[in-house]
């Protein structure tokens, strides 16, 4: 009997392996090959076509001592990544604690809010640079009537990440629906007794909602950083040319790693670009995990 | 709902010095909740204005001639309606063409991770094999690598492929897997009893014969789910195609969006048109399919 069963031990795990192929094959092709080729040519002054010498630490070194617009891009991103990651974490808490009571309509103000997080790509990123156009948009008309005179926006250097943080604020009605679910997750018992013992609405959010949905802020937070760090479409699109303008203010990392890679063909360059922002990624994370356990709140037992 | 009987009950347990029994309270928590209900309501609606808002500005300034454009201040609704606008945004342009193309890439691409994904995950999901946690890990751990990492080695694999202009970096790595949505439809097959495989496999089926049978007619949501998810993100993507494609005739609806852009300069009625056309199938297929974007969500946060 027992050979039977080790016989059928093994019939699963030659079947387990038939069924996640796809994805190992993937996997080495797509990403850990790349990623050793990247590795090891990030310390080459590779150019896709002709040269390909090996410079030791010559392009990390190149990077950190003497390529200004190196300095200039992290500093766009990471200021990109301080504003926007709290407001849009921020943000999307106390919409979905708005939307997570009995109200009439309530279904459709659901589905209104989450709208503008499917949607994205040029065409979202030319509605807000017209909106935001100084004079013929629709954001500094409505600041005009309640007569505050609009900056210039996508114009103006000290104006252009905010702008981007507006266009993103738009659509967090996507993390909104994470926490809504989570929200509902909650036990309505643990509100009926904070309302016996006379907790109003706001002590309610702040005590019971606020840490039973530190997991999902977790996660949000976790994956949001991220992808913040990888901003690159917009401003692509929305500076002219894309070229991160205007005075580089929109120069964010990935877009200068796009143009020492496609435009310059500094592949070796780009590579060692991309990671040491993989490492930046990482450690944030890592630091992210050990926080984690000191205010993120997990139920006993239920190990979602 | 319990009933004012009982939650005096429950405070006289928990010994509060309250006095609940005096009416005059609950009436005026009563209120107190009301008044809370109607400013819910009110910054909600609030806020649906602000998020509907530049979706009107979009159509509004789609109708409009150039010279209302222009006007100052501008107008918030068009003083004629020009349908013709869309007309003559979609002979600017070879935009006949571009759908074709993206309704290629998205079709293939919505094929791909579909078929592939579902067959992953179930070998994740529902085989028990050695190895299987640790790849999983490593299925996770994928998603913390910023794209760019393997963006610049991966074209130069697909360019030393000679897959440059042609639709194969865009289409063939979605036959290999993602790691979101093998996490997604791993999710959901957890939700099928083991049993349910166990009963199959006792009469002889294949675990193929299983995934066609059980596993693909038991998931359909999840499906729905990860095809939808896998359109949106297809139709808008714009960073392959900008690399990729550089063949005006294989250009998509995004970066045939872009070059309008660089034509066209400020002729806002004419972009908005472009925009809004590109954005629609999208929009179409939200107010359709809404449900299974919230699922996608839910199986997200690890919620049913």
Avoid: C
């Avoid at chain 1, 890679?261 to 490492?279: K, P, Q, V």
């Avoid at chain 2, 509060?16 to 005096?22: A, C, G, M, Q, Y």
């Avoid at chain 2, 913390?144 to 639709?167: C, D, E, H, R, S």
């Avoid at chain 2, 089926?205 to 993100?233: D, E």
């Amino acid at each position: 009997m027992a050979k039977t069963k080790s016989a059928m031990r093994r019939k699963e795990t030659m079947y387990g392996y038939i069924f996640v192929m796809p994805w190992i094959v993937g996997f080495l092709a797509f990403t850990a090959g790349p990623l050793l080729f990247s590795l090891f040519a990030s310390f080459t002054n590779y150019n896709i076509t002709s040269q390909m010498d090996f410079v030791g630490a010559e392009n990390y070194q190149g990077l950190f001592t003497e390529d200004g617009l190196f300095w200039t891009s992290l500093w766009n991103t990471l200021y990109y990544v301080l504003f926007s990651v709290p407001l849009t974490t921020i943000g999307a808490i106390f919409l979905s604690a708005l939307l997570n009571q009995d109200v009439p309509g309530i279904r459709v103000f659901r589905t209104l809010y989450y709208l503008p997080a499917v949607l994205s790509g040029v065409g979202v990123y030319l509605l807000w640079m017209q909106l935001l156009d100084p004079g013929t948009g629709m954001i500094n008309l409505i600041l005009g009537w309640f007569g505050i005179d609009g900056p210039n926006w996508l114009f103006d250097p000290a104006w252009t990440k905010p702008s981007l943080i507006f266009m993103k604020l738009w659509s967090v009605g996507g993390a909104m629906l994470l926490y809504l679910a989570s929200m509902q997750g909650v036990s309505k018992t643990l509100y009926e007794a904070a309302e016996i013992d006379g907790a109003n609405t706001f002590r309610q959010f702040f005590h019971i909602t606020l840490p039973m949905i530190t997991p999902v802020i977790f996660f949000d937070v976790v994956t949001s950083l991220i992808g913040g760090f990888q901003i690159f479409q917009e401003a692509y699109v929305m500076s002219s040319n894309g070229e991160g303008g205007p005075a580089n203010s929109l120069l964010f990392y990935n877009l200068y790693m796009w143009r020492q890679a496609f435009e310059n063909f500094n592949m070796g360059y780009a590579m060692a670009m991309s990671w040491i922002l993989f490492i930046i990624v990482f450690i944030l994370t890592m630091i992210n995990l050990k926080l984690a356990p000191r205010w993120v709140h997990y139920e006993g037992g239920d190990n979602r | 709902m319990t009933s004012p009987q009982e939650d005096t009950r429950y405070v006289e347990e928990a010994g509060t010095t309250r006095d609940i029994k005096n009416p005059s309270y609950f009436e005026h928590h009563g209120n107190r909740k009301k008044m809370l209900k109607l400013i819910n309501f009110v910054l909600l609606a609030a806020g649906s204005l602000m998020i509907l808002s530049p979706l009107w500005w979009m159509l509004s300034t789609s109708l409009k001639t150039m010279a209302e454009v222009m006007s100052f201040p501008p107008t918030f609704f068009p003083e004629s309606w020009n349908w013709s606008n869309y007309i003559r945004t979609w002979e600017a342009a070879p935009f006949t063409q571009y759908t074709i193309n993206t309704l290629v890439i998205t079709t293939l691409v919505v094929i791909g991770n579909v078929l592939s994904n579902s067959f992953i995950a179930y070998g994740f999901a529902k085989i028990p094999f050695r190895g299987r946690n640790l790849l999983f890990a490593i299925v996770l751990a994928t998603m913390m690598i910023p794209g760019f990492v393997t963006l610049i080695p991966q074209y130069v694999l697909f360019a030393k492929l000679g897959w440059v202009n042609t639709y194969y970096p865009l289409v063939v790595p979605a036959f290999f897997g993602s790691a979101f949505n093998i996490f997604l439809l791993r999710q959901f097959y957890m939700t099928i009893p083991n049993e349910l495989i166990e009963a199959a496999k006792m009469e002889g089926a294949s675990h193929f014969y299983i995934w066609r049978k059980i596993g693909l007619p038991l998931t359909k949501p999840a499906i729905a789910t990860v095809a939808i998810f896998s359109f949106n993100g297809a139709w808008n993507d714009f960073l392959g195609p900008l690399l990729y494609l550089n063949d005006e005739n294989l250009y998509t609806l995004q970066i045939g969006l872009q070059v309008f852009k660089g034509q066209l300069n400020t002729q806002w009625n004419y972009l908005m048109a472009g925009s809004l056309l590109v954005l629609l199938p999208v929009i179409i297929i939200f107010f359709f399919f809404q449900k299974y974007f919230i699922q996608g969500i839910n199986l997200q946060s690890g919620g049913k």
